[in-house]
């Protein structure tokens, strides 16, 4: 089992800058794929980043140069650093556990999410 509580969410205006928090339980983090994910009002849950167990990154292609994804296995958190945040941008972000790539069905274990408001 594991368990995924998100943090660092908030109000930013267009061009700022935020960086979520992942705090993951359980021994195996450093071995588990991890993901975030988004979903606004309306729309679909889509795949935001990807941080994959041999050590590679993937992101969409609407945040590629703008975020980043990273984990810290000795704190078994991952983090999500959100740069030149655009209105667009604004979603519940969620991250998640045990899945691979950016279908959210195939992953095994989520957080609560926290909410991204960016204002224009």
């Known amino acids: 089992q594991v368990q995924l509580v998100e943090s660092g969410g908030g109000l930013v205006p267009a061009g700022g800058s935020l960086r979520l928090s992942c705090a993951a339980s359980?021994?195996?983090?450093?071995?588990?794929?991890m993901a975030w994910f988004r979903q606004a009002p309306g729309k679909e849950r889509e795949f935001v980043a990807g941080?994959?167990?041999?050590?590679?990154?993937s992101y969409a292609d609407s945040v590629k140069g703008r975020f980043t994804i990273s984990r810290d296995n000795v704190k078994n958190t991952m983090y999500l650093q959100m740069n030149s945040l655009k209105p667009e941008d604004t979603a519940v972000y969620y991250c998640?556990?045990?899945?691979?790539?950016?279908?959210?069905?195939?992953?095994?274990?989520w957080g609560q999410g926290t909410q991204v408001t960016v204002s224009s």
């Open positions: 941080s994959w167990s041999g050590g590679s990154t």
């Open positions: 359980g021994r195996t983090f450093s071995t588990n794929n």
């Open positions: 998640a556990a045990r899945g691979w790539g950016n279908n959210p069905n195939v992953y095994a274990f």
